[in-house]
């Protein structure tokens, strides 16, 4: 994969779950590449990872690692971020970063394109990837908003363990069978790796994703609250979350309440207008049982809408359910997206 007037770009994390995610979906856009660098910490430096055919090996991410990169997309945890995305940017690289490092950055845009693609032109050299529960969800309220006004959101989350990482998928695999051998196992990774107390997530539901913070809410959920204002340049709005992981390998779900500011809105209304909605793909037709599931989402870019329906009491309140896989427009697809739209409009060096 190389174009001669293509761009040198580094994936950091390139073993991750995401970082996986990120090299398929490079090749997949065909994106212009020259040279592709993987990088990761250094336990995962040696590995060897084919891309269309080509072997490449990963290196150890260090600050040299960025002379000459042109793009760097990032996904190896928030350290490694604060550490080195500024290194990258220093020796003139343009950092896509999809952990929370940056995000709440002031100086640093937090972007997803079908919303806020133009904050691009405030960068200072780092954009932020937000988080992957946030991400889908204002994909399908953004259109919402424009034509209706939006006056609350509250959201319910059924999370994949793949947000966790590759970890977290093989824990869940290895407990369910060894629940259903009988055998006994030890939950190492779930709800949070580093977390005091580890539970058991085959055949369960646990409502902690990441940390909790003192105001009692986890921290996924202070993301989904925050990131939303930020995201939306709306800082007034209310938005309320709880995250829950469920025994699901790859794509969230959410059931998201939300209040429009226009009178008279009907479900149809709604659904007119996600239909030509861009990045969503509407999935509603109960009559027929459809509905968006994350089995029939996996390895999609879009984010699928349905159960669309009015609040039986609240005259502007509607309900939805909206379902994407979030290793890739969740992580790895809205960040090459996100370096598709820099390119395009004349940003990147
Ligand atoms: O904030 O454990 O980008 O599912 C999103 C997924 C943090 C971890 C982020 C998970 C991550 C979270």
């Known amino acids: 994969m190389s174009q001669q007037n293509g761009f040198n770009v580094a994936v950091v994390g390139a073993t991750g779950a995401v970082g996986q995610q990120m090299i398929e979906t490079l090749v997949k856009q065909n994106f212009p590449i020259k040279n592709l660098l993987l990088l990761s910490s250094a336990r995962s ?4 990872i084919n891309v269309s055919g080509q072997e490449y090996t990963v290196q150890e991410a260090k600050p040299e ?7 760097a997309l990032f996904s190896a945890g928030g350290s490694v971020s604060k550490e080195l995305a500024p290194e990258a940017v220093k020796r003139g690289a343009i950092v896509v970063d999809n952990t929370s490092a940056f995000r709440m950055d002031q100086n640093t845009p937090l972007v997803v394109p079908e919303v806020n693609e133009a904050d691009l032109h405030n960068h200072n050299g780092i954009i932020a990837n937000p988080n992957c529960s946030t991400i889908q969800m204002v994909v399908a309220l ?3 908003r424009e034509k209706f006004g939006l006056k609350k959101v ?12 590759a970890a977290a998928i093989s824990e869940l695999m290895d407990q369910t069978k060894a629940i259903l051998n009988n055998e006994s196992y030890e939950p190492k990774i779930l709800p949070v790796k580093s977390d005091n107390n580890h539970y058991q997530i085959a055949f369960n539901a646990i409502p902690q994703i990441d940390k909790f913070q003192d105001n009692g809410y986890t921290f996924e959920e202070m993301k989904m609250i925050n990131e939303t204002k930020k995201i939306m340049n709306l ?6 979350a709880t995250c829950v992981r469920l025994p699901v390998a790859v794509g969230h779900s959410e059931s998201v309440y939300f209040e429009i500011e226009a009178e008279g809105v009907t479900a149809n209304d709604i659904k007119a207008l996600l239909q030509d909605a861009p990045g969503v793909v509407l999935q509603d037709d109960p ?3 459809i509905y968006p599931m994350p089995a029939n989402c996996v390895g999609k870019n879009d984010v699928f ?6 609040d039986i009491d609240e005259s502007r309140g509607f309900h939805m359910w909206v379902v994407s896989d979030n290793l890739l427009k969740g992580a790895a697809w809205n960040s090459v997206q996100i370096a598709e739209s820099l390119i395009k409009l004349g940003l990147v060096k």
Request: hydrophobic share 35%; no cysteine.
């Open 235 to 240: 800082s007034d709005l209310p938005v309320s």
């Open 65 to 71: 690692s960025f002379e000459g990169i042109d793009i």
């Open 45 to 48: 430096a040696g590995k060897k």
């Open 287 to 289: 009559e027929n049982q």
């Open 305 to 310: 809408v349905g159960r669309i329906r009015k």
């Open 142 to 144: 953004q259109p919402i």
């Open 154 to 165: 509250i959201v319910s989350t059924y999370q994949a363990v793949s947000g966790a990482g």
